[in-house]
């Protein structure tokens, strides 16, 4: 079974483009909610081995879009959390140079960034990704989807644009959330670690392995 991951922050250290109240909601009962979702459908299969990449993989491949839905929420979150910093970071290395390259330097990322998300109709992510030869893009994905269906490329931020990611901080401001948000919580260290797998040059993150259910205990 997969466990909730803990935060690698307070839930006060987003204030205030995040609110503790909002992280407190977000992580604990929406994330917390997909995982638990994701344990019961898993439970009668008896499988408390594969990886979560595999397991959405597997159920985009079965259409089994209840399974994909849960599984893809508990992995977009995860990272969603890990891909933000309590402290305000800038690129830095072959990140920012590739950034100049393909926006004309972060002002640009961010313009691109804040324009695909909020344009995004309805719940999704927006996403920074890079492919195999280095290149950076900006693309959204909607409800559950994630970046593993794009064979090739790897990601290295991504922003929650679901409703429950801003409303009690942001109202309907999307855009206002994105603004705030790409300036100050991006991870740049998280992201340069990703880039540097894109590159071939280290592993990229994956989810924290699940772990074997608890014995049930039955009556004799
Ligand atoms: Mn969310």
Redo the contacts with the bound molecule.
């Keep these: 079974m997969f466990a909730l991951p803990d935060l690698p922050y307070a839930y006060g250290a987003l204030e205030p483009v995040i609110s503790e109240r909002t992280l407190r909601l ?1 992580h604990d009962k ?1 994330h917390g909610a997909y995982v638990n979702a994701l344990n019961t459908l898993l439970e009668p299969t008896g499988d408390s081995s594969t990886a979560l990449e595999d397991v959405i993989l597997e159920a985009s491949r079965a259409t089994d879009r209840k399974l994909f839905n849960n599984a893809a929420q508990a992995l977009n ?1 995860s990272f969603f959390w890990i891909a933000m910093s309590a402290g305000r970071e800038l690129p830095s290395g072959t990140l920012a140079v590739a950034i100049d390259a393909a926006f004309g330097g972060l002002a640009g990322l961010k313009t691109a960034f804040i324009a695909e998300g909020a344009a995004h109709f309805g719940s999704g992510w927006v996403w920074l990704a890079a492919d195999q030869i280095g290149g950076l893009r900006v693309l959204a994905t909607h409800d559950a989807n994630d970046t593993l269906s794009h064979a090739g490329l790897t990601p290295l931020l991504v922003c ?1 644009l ?1 409703e ?2 801003y409303y009690l901080d942001h109202q309907n401001d999307r855009k206002g959330y994105l603004d705030a948000w790409f300036d100050v919580l991006p991870s740049w260290e998280f992201a340069s670690a990703q880039y540097a797998a894109a590159e071939g040059r280290s592993a990229p993150w994956r989810h924290p392995a699940p772990t074997p259910a608890p014995l049930q205990h039955k009556a004799a």
Excluded: P
Aim: aromatic fraction near 14%; proline fraction near 0%; glycine fraction near 0%.
């Design positions: 977000h929406h979150h929650d679901w429950h990611a």
